[in-house]
């Protein structure tokens, strides 16, 4: 089993920055693809970006350019800096990962073993 726990979370203004963490407890995840989704208010959890073990990167488009996902297999954390961030970035932002998922799974939510509890992002002057 695998323990996520999100933290970074908070209002920040238009145009400005947040970096998320995510700290895996109970195996290693250095094996392991993580990802990050978010769930916008009266919206589907939608695909945000994933990393690979190889640290190969997806993102959905919205996110290119903008946000980037990486990985510190010695702090079993992944993080994901989110830069110039609109009112649309506003969600919860959830942690996951799975041992075997393939690449042309990796933007399905129901494909993804492990999950967080989320942490909450706003995006408000």
């Known amino acids: 089993q695998v323990q996520l726990v999100e933290s970074g979370g908070g209002l920040v203004q238009p145009g400005g920055s947040l970096k998320l963490s995510c700290t895996a407890s109970g195996r290693a995840i250095r094996t392991y693809a993580m990802a990050w989704f978010r769930q916008g208010p009266g919206k589907d959890r939608e695909f945000v970006a994933a990393i690979r073990a190889n640290g190969h990167t997806l993102y959905v488009d919205s996110a290119k350019g903008r946000f980037t996902i990486s990985r510190d297999n010695g702090k079993n954390t992944v993080f994901l800096q989110m830069n110039n961030l609109n009112s649309e970035d506003t969600a919860v932002y959830y942690c996951?990962?799975?041992?075997?998922?393939?690449?042309?799974?990796?933007?399905?939510?129901?494909?993804?073993?492990?999950w967080g509890q989320g942490t909450q992002v706003t995006v408000s002057s």
């Open positions: 996951a990962a799975d041992e075997r998922i393939i690449l042309s799974s990796l933007r399905l939510r129901e494909q993804w073993d492990y």
